[in-house]
């Protein structure tokens, strides 16, 4: 049967153009689809969204053949984890866990950039840009995707990597359950008296974490999660009054804060798919689930689908049979609806009722005095088997 294309992926944020990248890089005939214009090269102060990067994210994004701009990243070889009030402690390093560092800090905008830079010099993707698809029909040999531009595409499988909003999952008529955990996230960049080096900081407090994550220089990103009407108001104080507010808060680990840049906020809920597949249909990255962003996993678990289809359609003929969309979904959902409870229970600790906030400081004490607990922790967090013996 005569296709346009053996995949296509509508979406080209970071999950959809990674998963292009990685086919294209293997010789697939690929089409892109994006509503949006192709991405612009960053410059100037970093942009307020950073994601964390773990191993495996990192070897994907490498195996597609695109590299993580340096001068938009930063690596990090230590975490250390308090609670406010000072009773539980905890410090991760790379080395313990047999990992040269625990990955990168990058800027989205960047790594969108760089994936979208890739794809340009792949000759089998094919980008679609400025468009969405408006019906979608599945036969038994092609799944056919109308456009808004007037255009029909289709394909042997195609992938929805269109967020958390997605569209294309609306129209396959698969259902999400979602959970609203009544917080917002202050997202703001600040400039510290002392270098943050390659340690990111996380600190527990009753209404929500607070993180400060690693960029060069004397930069950091800080994370701020509250509740709604806090948030709101923390995002409307002027830049002096915010740093006196983040020195008050946040223990001066970093010396004093000299300059806040640029701030947003984002409610904070959680979404998961019932199913992840559809006839000739996958769903990767946030239009899959949505997770609780204070362990910084949303967009490595996406890139850890688009790296497990991507082993699927490599290694068969028929790109969108059943068993190798079912293969895909046993293997991925089990794995997010576990890094679904771990984030939600961790909220919970630390934001539950006392004796909960108390299990949470034990929690972090533990991981202190038990090596084993802290190497087991972080090779999950870094999506390595937490079985392969320390070097
Ligand atoms: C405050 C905060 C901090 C976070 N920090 C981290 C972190 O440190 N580490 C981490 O791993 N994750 C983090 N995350 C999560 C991470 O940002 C998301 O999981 C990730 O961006 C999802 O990527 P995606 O490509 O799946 O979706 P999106 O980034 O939403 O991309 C979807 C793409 O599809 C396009 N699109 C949408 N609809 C259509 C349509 N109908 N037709 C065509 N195109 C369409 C959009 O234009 C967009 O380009 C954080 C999230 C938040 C809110």
């Given at each position: 049967?005569?296709r346009d294309h053996q995949i296509?992926i509508?979406?080209g944020?970071?999950?959809?153009?990674?998963?292009?990248?990685?086919?294209g890089?293997?010789?697939?005939?690929?089409?892109?689809?994006?509503?949006?214009?192709a991405?612009?090269?960053p410059e100037?102060?970093?942009?307020?969204r950073i994601?964390?990067?773990?191993?495996?994210?990192?070897?994907f994004?490498?195996?597609g053949?695109?590299?993580?701009?340096?001068?938009?990243?930063?690596?990090?070889?230590?975490?250390e984890g308090?609670s406010?009030?000072?009773?539980?402690?905890?410090?991760?390093?790379?080395?313990e866990?047999?990992?040269?560092?625990?990955?990168?800090?990058?800027?989205?905008k960047?790594?969108?950039?760089?994936?979208?830079?890739?794809?340009?010099?792949?000759?089998?993707?094919?980008?679609?840009?400025?468009?969405?698809?408006?019906?979608t029909?599945?036969?038994?040999?092609?799944?056919?995707?109308e456009?808004?531009?007037g255009k029909?595409?289709?394909a042997?499988?195609?992938?929805?990597a269109?967020?958390?909003?997605?569209?294309?999952?609306?129209?396959a008529?698969?259902?999400v359950?979602?959970?609203?955990y009544?917080?917002?996230a202050?997202?703001?960049?600040?400039?510290?008296?002392?270098?943050s080096?390659?340690t990111?900081?996380?600190c527990?407090?009753?209404?929500?974490?607070?993180?400060?994550?690693?960029?060069p220089g004397?930069?950091?990103?800080?994370?701020?999660?509250?509740r709604?009407?806090?948030?709101?108001?923390r995002?409307?104080?002027?830049d002096d009054?915010?740093?006196?507010a983040?020195?008050?808060?946040?223990?001066k680990?970093?010396?004093?804060i000299?300059?806040?840049t640029?701030r947003?906020?984002f409610?904070?809920?959680?979404?998961?798919a019932?199913?992840?597949?559809?006839?000739r249909?996958?769903?990767?990255?946030d239009?899959?689930?949505v997770?609780h962003?204070?362990?910084g996993?949303?967009?490595?678990?996406?890139l850890?689908?688009?790296?497990?289809?991507?082993?699927?359609?490599?290694a068969r003929?028929d790109?969108?049979n059943?068993?190798?969309?079912?293969?895909?979904?046993?293997?991925?959902?089990?794995?997010?609806?576990?890094m679904?409870?771990?984030?939600d229970?961790f909220?919970h600790l630390?934001?539950?009722?006392?004796?909960l906030?108390k299990?949470?400081?034990?929690g972090l004490?533990?991981?202190?005095?038990?090596?084993?607990?802290r190497?087991?922790m972080?090779?999950q967090?870094?999506?390595?088997?937490?079985?392969?013996?320390?070097r």
């Amino acid at each position: 049967m005569q296709r346009d294309h053996q995949i296509v992926i509508v979406g080209g944020g970071m999950v959809g153009a990674a998963l292009a990248a990685r086919l294209g890089h293997a010789g697939v005939n690929v089409g892109l689809v994006e509503r949006g214009d192709a991405p612009v090269k960053p410059e100037g102060d970093f942009d307020l969204r950073i994601s964390s990067l773990n191993a495996r994210s990192l070897a994907f994004i490498k195996a597609g053949g695109t590299s993580i701009p340096p001068e938009r990243s930063h690596v990090f070889r230590r975490i250390e984890g308090f609670s406010q009030n000072g009773r539980g402690h905890s410090v991760f390093t790379a080395e313990e866990s047999g990992l040269e560092n625990f990955g990168c800090f990058v800027e989205n905008k960047a790594l969108r950039y760089a994936l979208w830079q890739r794809l340009e010099r792949l000759p089998g993707v094919t980008r679609y840009t400025r468009c969405a698809p408006l019906s979608t029909v599945a036969g038994s040999e092609a799944r056919l995707l109308e456009l808004d531009n007037g255009k029909t595409l289709s394909a042997a499988l195609v992938v929805a990597a269109d967020g958390a909003h997605s569209r294309l999952r609306e129209m396959a008529g698969i259902d999400v359950s979602r959970y609203d955990y009544r917080q917002r996230a202050l997202i703001t960049n600040v400039e510290t008296e002392l270098a943050s080096e390659e340690t990111s900081w996380q600190c527990f407090t009753p209404t929500g974490p607070m993180a400060l994550l690693p960029l060069p220089g004397h930069c950091a990103s800080l994370i701020w999660y509250d509740r709604d009407g806090t948030t709101r108001a923390r995002e409307m104080l002027s830049d002096d009054a915010l740093a006196r507010a983040i020195e008050a808060a946040f223990p001066k680990r970093l010396g004093n804060i000299l300059r806040v840049t640029g701030r947003a906020s984002f409610p904070i809920k959680r979404q998961h798919a019932k199913r992840y597949i559809g006839k000739r249909l996958a769903l990767i990255g946030d239009a899959a689930h949505v997770v609780h962003p204070l362990a910084g996993q949303g967009l490595n678990i996406g890139l850890h689908d688009a790296d497990t289809l991507a082993e699927q359609i490599l290694a068969r003929r028929d790109a969108g049979n059943a068993g190798t969309l079912r293969r895909f979904e046993v293997k991925r959902r089990l794995a997010n609806q576990a890094m679904l409870a771990a984030t939600d229970g961790f909220h919970h600790l630390f934001t539950g009722p006392r004796p909960l906030q108390k299990l949470g400081d034990c929690g972090l004490e533990m991981a202190e005095r038990l090596p084993a607990a802290r190497y087991f922790m972080s090779r999950q967090a870094n999506g390595l088997s937490p079985f392969t013996p320390r070097r």
